[in-house]
C-alpha cells in the first residue's frame, strides 16, 4: 500500500548543530520527492525537491539525500536556527498514476534550543 | 500579493449546516488541490483539478462537492456538516499535475460544534 513515514516524530537540536530528519516510502514507482516546512498556524511551504533520478540535491542551508535502494529519503539543515522550528513533512508523488497526488508523512517536530 | 489565497481562516459551524470555502490562486497554475489535515498533522488529498477538469476524488463523502469556476478557483462545499469534518483544510496548487511543486495556502481552521 501507499504510505510515507518519518522515523522520528520529535527532533530536538542546539541551535547551530546540523538537523537530520528522516523519511521511509514505499511505493516504489513514486519518482518524485518534497519536502515542506509547516509552521505552527500556517500551510507547508515547500523546501526542496528531488527527482528519483539524482541521490542528491542541494538548497540555502538544506540538502536533500534520496536512497532509492531502501526507500529513504533525509533532510539536512546546516547550522539549525530557532526559525527552523516547525513540522517537515516528506512527500512522494504516486508515480504510477500521473495525477499530481501527494502522499505525505506523518510529519516530524523540529525543536531548536537556544 | 499571497500566491494561494483561501477564505475563511478560521469557521465554526453547527452540525447539520452547509457551509464553503473559497480559493484562488494567482500563480497561473492549472491544477488545484484540497487537502485535509486532521488533528494528528496527517495531510491527505481529497481532490485535485486540472484546467476546471476533475482529476483525484479520494473516496470523499459526496457532502463535499468541489466546484472549479474557472482555473484559478477552486471552492470547496460542504453539505450536512459533521463533528468528523472538524480539520483544516488546505487549498494547493501546481503548474501541471504530475512531478512538480505544490504550492499551499494558509488553511482554513473547520470547527464543527
Known amino acids: 500500500g501507499e504510505s510515507v513515514g518519518l522515523h522520528l516524530p520529535t527532533l530536538s537540536v542546539q541551535e547551530g548543530d546540523n538537523s537530520i530528519i528522516n523519511c521511509a516510502y514505499s511505493?516504489?514507482?513514486?519518482?518524485?520527492f518534497i519536502w515542506y516546512k509547516q509552521e505552527s498556524g500556517k500551510g507547508p511551504q515547500f523546501i526542496i525537491d528531488?527527482?528519483?533520478?539524482?541521490d542528491k540535491r542541494q538548497g540555502q542551508r538544506v540538502t536533500v539525500l534520496l536512497n532509492k535502494t531502501v526507500k529513504h529519503l533525509s533532510l539536512q539543515i546546516a547550522a539549525t536556527q530557532p526559525g527552523d522550528s516547525a513540522v517537515y513533512f516528506c512527500?512522494?508523488?504516486?508515480?504510477?498514476?500521473?495525477?499530481?497526488?501527494?502522499?505525505f508523512g506523518q510529519g516530524t517536530t523540529l525543536q531548536v534550543k537556544p | 500579493d499571497t500566491a494561494v489565497s483561501q477564505t475563511p481562516k478560521y469557521l465554526v459551524t453547527q452540525m447539520g449546516n452547509d457551509k464553503s470555502i473559497k480559493c484562488e490562486q494567482n500563480?497561473?497554475?492549472?491544477?488545484m488541490y484540497w487537502y485535509k489535515q486532521d488533528s494528528k498533522k496527517f495531510l491527505k488529498i481529497m481532490f485535485s483539478?486540472?484546467?476546471?477538469?476533475?482529476?483525484i476524488n479520494e473516496t470523499v463523502p459526496n457532502r463535499f462537492s468541489p466546484k472549479s469556476p474557472d482555473k484559478a478557483h477552486l471552492n470547496l462545499h460542504i453539505n450536512s456538516l459533521e463533528l468528523g469534518d472538524s480539520a483544516v483544510y488546505f487549498c494547493?496548487?501546481?503548474?501541471?499535475?504530475?512531478?512538480?511543486?505544490?504550492?499551499f495556502g494558509e488553511g482554513s481552521w473547520l470547527t464543527v460544534v
Open positions: 494547493a496548487s501546481s503548474q501541471q499535475y504530475s512531478g512538480n511543486t505544490i504550492y
Open positions: 511505493n516504489s514507482a513514486s519518482d518524485y
Open positions: 528531488i527527482r528519483s533520478n539524482m
Open positions: 512527500a512522494e508523488n504516486s508515480g504510477s498514476s500521473n495525477t499530481g497526488k501527494l502522499i
Open positions: 500563480l497561473g497554475h492549472d491544477t
Open positions: 483539478y486540472n484546467n476546471k477538469e476533475l482529476i
